[in-house]
């Protein structure tokens, strides 16, 4: 009865013969014969087209006799679900799927077109021909393209940039990749995605701007196979959103969109803090020795009682864990886990910490099982086989068409590691987008052009990570992911971040983007080809540059490393930065002494208090990585809770906050705060050259130590 209260108390549904709506406090759905309408609570308001595909040689636009609506679904994560379906002539039907919250105004939509019959999908012109919607943009006179996944050389990561669109691009038929367009009027603001994923300016679907001031998102490459049997065509994720207000006011709702309603895996939105061993692993080899010399389960084990101190909640075995890839098995030789990792994983345990494992989801070595039972999807591109090769000092693999029936297979493999093993985060890495053209997937056969089953590959790749991922948290909810798109040539986007979590930024910066080496592959003196991995500054100058798209994406998806040797400065600075919500450690954190260990675990213990009001706060910045002062605002609008972190190269920094504070205040020593009249904090700090200041707002009180609170009104 409680559930019938709810979904009746917020939703109404109006059924007409040619129509129906959805209606919650925020916005409401109308549906006509051959468009809808989303309608914000204050009247405005934008129409969509419906889907104009390329059926059997001609193009068919969708007019529908009479929208009927299922029924209402409640999701694991508080968000509702209704499908739509009409026929269409020619033995066609058409279905939106709408997905909402009563508290968000952002709805995510898809469409799924069936028909009876020998219809097919073509591409007459050799090219996609498939418009999802279009709609009329006469009302607004503000707008502007969001690009998630611009890969800076400098940064060696992906950016975030927002691009003012203007009038004359209407004209000149800009052509967008987005995947966002925000769009406004002087007193409204709107926001169309799509959520996919691949680096700009390689693009599968884009907005089409039209001199009748009309966007169009329309696919480009990929999206469906010349040919390809309708059957059940469904698309991806669309989503559309508005409210009166303007930038700042929509970028904090779809911020809040991404944190709790695009995804149905909880644990993958929680702010863990998180260590990685290739780091450390890097440093062996460095030093004269092996990527997996320090892989072992000695090392492990006084490594997991160093990460307990500091405060770390999950602790991921990195490359060479495993005897051989495609099986996943524990490498149980003497020199490795002979164990299993059974102590492993009860030290873990003890310490209420989770285990994480690297996988390579496409990798399978020649002598695996999962090889052999899966040799009719290795992987092919350009008309040659994968080849093996090694993988990070352990037996040479081939790689797997995850866009085949394979998928299955490595998704029941990882749900048998969570269950012998207890993992329950899962680094993936080494997935490429355009890996793979063959003709034996899901992606063409022998009568697809070779380029046109690579570009399929490409487009679904994504989709199916989000396959593996959704089957994997249905049997083992807790599960995390993290992708890691720290190389060009991967996908980045909206589309992952229904699943799972990016890994953004690792090394970071490289010697041979800089020019400094004749050839990026001549060995250093130490073997290190990486610049930024010393103690001091200058690592977060660069690793702090994606904190940008904490505006739209929060940082706590977009897991970024920070090192935790050398000096006690050196230390604030690097936890200063990893607290804004990026949250990784790596390293070889049995560098630190254990009064490293507990100096950093104080400070996360702290952090540990306000770090959910920090995850869902919006970001206020001043000043940028490098400046000489660089400040982060964190704080709840609601609690008066969260962060201020201030870096400097020296001198004298005031930082009074924006927000009201909780006047509970914990603080790094050197630094004096009060509040004043207005519920504020008035901060003041002298920095003695480069530097870090922590402020927390809303925390018990501690001992002092070596950090300390000089709150006062």
């Known amino acids: 009865m409680k559930m019938v209260a709810l979904l009746f108390g917020c939703i109404v549904f109006t059924r007409m013969a040619m129509a129906q709506e959805v209606r919650t406090p925020l916005f409401n759905l109308h549906f006509g014969s051959d468009s809808w309408t989303y309608r914000t609570s204050g009247g405005d308001s934008i129409a969509f087209r419906l889907p104009v595909f390329d059926i059997d040689g001609g193009r068919v636009a969708a007019s529908v006799h009479g929208f009927t609506g299922g029924a209402v679904l409640r999701l694991p994560n508080g968000a509702f679900e209704q499908m739509f379906t009409g026929s269409i002539d020619q033995g066609l039907r058409l279905t939106v799927t709408y997905r909402w919250a009563t508290d968000n105004p952002i709805v995510r939509f898809r469409y799924t077109l069936t028909g009876t019959g020998p219809h097919r999908l ?120 508005g409210l009166n207000g303007g930038d700042e006011q929509l970028a904090a709702t779809y911020r809040t969109f991404i944190l709790k309603y695009i995804s149905q895996n909880l644990d993958s939105r929680k702010p863990y803090i998180y260590y990685n061993t290739w780091g450390r692993q890097e440093r062996a080899k460095w030093a004269g020795g092996s990527y997996l010399s320090t892989e072992n389960l000695a090392t492990t084990l006084k490594e997991i009682e160093v990460a307990h101190r500091m405060g770390v909640d999950i602790y991921v075995l990195d490359a060479g864990w495993f005897s051989k890839t495609g099986d996943w098995l524990v490498n149980t030789a003497p020199a490795f886990f002979p164990d299993t990792l059974r102590q492993v994983k009860a030290l873990l345990n003890k310490y209420g910490m989770r285990l994480g494992l690297w996988i390579n989801p496409t990798a399978a070595a020649v002598s695996s099982e999962m090889l052999r039972t899966n040799r009719d999807y290795i992987m092919e591109l350009h008309g040659k086989k994968s080849e093996p090769g090694p993988i990070w000092e352990t037996e040479n ?53 070779m380029q046109e089953r690579g570009d399929s590959y490409a487009f679904q790749l994504p989709i199916y990570l989000s396959k593996v991922v959704d089957k994997v948290c249905a049997a083992a909810p807790n599960t995390i992911f993290e992708l890691d798109v720290t190389e060009a040539g991967r996908s980045m986007g909206l589309g992952f971040l229904s699943s799972g979590k990016y890994i953004i930024l690792n090394n970071g910066a490289y010697f041979h983007n800089f020019n400094i080496v004749p050839d990026w592959q ?75 260990a507990d100096f950093i675990g104080r400070i996360l213990a702290k952090y540990k208090q306000v770090r959910d009001d920090v995850t869902v706060s919006s970001p206020l910045f001043e000043g940028a990585p490098g400046n000489s002062s660089e400040i982060y605002e964190k704080i709840s609008d609601s609690t008066g809770r969260g962060e201020v972190v201030l870096f400097s190269n020296g001198g004298h920094t005031r930082y009074i906050t924006t927000h009201h504070v909780d006047p509970s205040i914990w603080c790094t020593t050197g630094v004096s705060v009060h509040i004043d009249g207005a519920g504020r904090a008035v901060i003041d700090v002298d920095f003695e050259g480069s530097g870090a200041a922590i402020l927390f707002f809303g925390v018990r009180a501690g001992p002092p130590d070596s950090v300390r609170s000089t709150a006062r009104r």
């Not at 993936?428 to 003709?439: H, I, L, R």
């Open 122 to 241: 073509t591409k007459p012109a050799g090219t996609d021909d498939l418009q999802y919607f279009s709609t009329s943009m006469g009302a607004f006179r503000r707008f502007k393209e969001i690009r998630l996944s611009d890969f800076d050389a400098k940064y060696h990561a992906t950016t975030l940039e927002e691009v003012p669109v203007g009038g004359k691009d209407f004209n000149d038929t800009a052509r967008l990749m987005g995947p966002m367009l925000e769009v406004g009027d002087g007193k409204t603001s709107f926001v169309l995605a799509y959520e996919h994923g691949s680096q700009f300016p390689d693009r599968f679907l884009e907005f089409r701007l039209n001199p009748d001031k009309t966007v169009a998102l329309a696919a480009v490459k990929g999206n469906y196979l010349n040919g390809q049997p309708l059957g059940s065509f469904e698309t991806i994720w669309f989503e559309v959103g």
């Open 397 to 449: 693999s081939v790689n797997l068409d995850i866009v085949s029936p394979y998928w299955n297979a490595i998704a029941d493999k990882l749900i048998q590691l969570t269950r012998d093993l207890g993992v329950s985060y899962f680094t993936w890495d080494a997935v490429d987008q355009y890996s793979c053209d063959g003709d034996n997937g899901f992606h063409g056969t022998s009568v697809n052009p």
């Open 522 to 596: 001549t060995p250093l003196a130490n073997g290190n080809v990486q610049i930024f991995t010393n103690p001091g500054p200058a690592r977060g100058w660069f690793t702090r540059s994606v904190l940008t798209y904490d505006k739209w994406i929060p940082s706590t998806l977009l897991l970024t490393f920070y090192q935790t040797d050398g000096s006690r400065n050196s230390q604030l600075i690097n936890v200063a930065s990893l607290i804004l919500g990026q949250n990784g450690i790596w390293g070889n954190i049995l560098d630190n002494t254990l009064a490293d």
